[in-house]
């Protein structure tokens, strides 16, 4: 779906990943899996339990290393990098957002949005007031003080996003990101990615949820860890094929 004019922000080629077990047993994961995304699209990723989206999603989050194949983010080899780089890279340009919205359960709303300032030595005084704007751009405004639990799943979820958002990331990955929370809040939740989209930010999702699919523009399907469609969300007719 790139044209020649726009610089894809994430290509893949021809990526496969193996897990390698103990007993010299082996997975394989990814097979082959090529495409691109370009900057300010909104892409589903589906599939069945199993078919390597977790697996995709943490290589494209830079959390994980292909076995073989590239991955260019930002036209940056990425797979090529050390983990200190990795890090570096995933600290500036990458907001992630997973299902369980992995909060400091002990620590603040604000400690929790600007957690990833600690990492580039930002103070406290700064922190603190960084994490006020990101909260205002999730609408909980006011929430600042408080413990996660003193909030309700989707607020907590709006946290993880303004967690995500606090390096003013190219990209947000979200695997799941509303598979714990009910129907209505997950359109909360989808309405918010939505805005971000319009704000020019790139996103990229898991999901197993139709409706929640809907919302973004561009699906790509994995079965088995191939690639079995990619196109237009409302374009697909349920066939899949190996594309
Ligand atoms: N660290 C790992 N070591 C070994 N095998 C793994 C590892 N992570 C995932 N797998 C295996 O890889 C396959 C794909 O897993 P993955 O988590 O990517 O699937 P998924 O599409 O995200 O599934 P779900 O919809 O259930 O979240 C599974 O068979 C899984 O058991
Ligand atoms: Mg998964």
Do not use: W
């Amino acid at each position: 779906m790139s044209d020649s004019k726009t610089k894809p922000v994430i290509e893949i080629e021809d990526v496969c990943k193996t897990y390698y077990m103990a007993g010299g047993m082996s997975q394989s994961v990814l097979k082959h899996v090529s495409f691109s995304v370009n900057p300010g699209e909104f892409v589903a990723i589906m599939g069945h339990s199993g078919s390597g989206k977790s697996t995709l999603m943490n290589i494209l989050g830079c959390l994980d290393r292909p076995t073989s194949g590239v991955y260019k983010l930002d036209g940056t080899a990425v797979s090529e990098k050390n983990d200190a780089e990795l890090a570096h890279i995933r600290g500036r340009e990458i907001g992630f957002v997973f299902q369980n919205f992995n909060l400091l359960m002990k620590r603040t709303i604000a400690d929790n949005v600007s957690l990833p300032l600690i990492y580039q030595g930002v103070n406290e005084k700064d922190r603190y007031e960084r994490a006020i704007q990101m909260l205002h751009k999730v609408q909980l405004d006011g929430y600042q003080d408080r413990l996660p639990t003193q909030i309700s799943g989707g607020m907590q979820q709006r946290v993880a996003i303004a967690r995500a958002l606090i390096n003013n990331p190219k990209i947000i990955f979200a695997d799941e990101p509303t598979g714990n929370l009910d129907s209505i809040t997950s359109d909360e939740i989808m309405n918010l990615f939505t805005d971000l989209n319009k704000q020019g930010i790139t996103i990229v999702l898991v999901t197993h949820e139709d409706d929640v699919a809907d919302y973004a523009k561009r699906m790509i399907k994995i079965g088995d860890g191939k690639k079995v469609y990619d196109g237009l969300r409302s374009a697909y007719t349920g066939e899949d094929k190996e594309c």
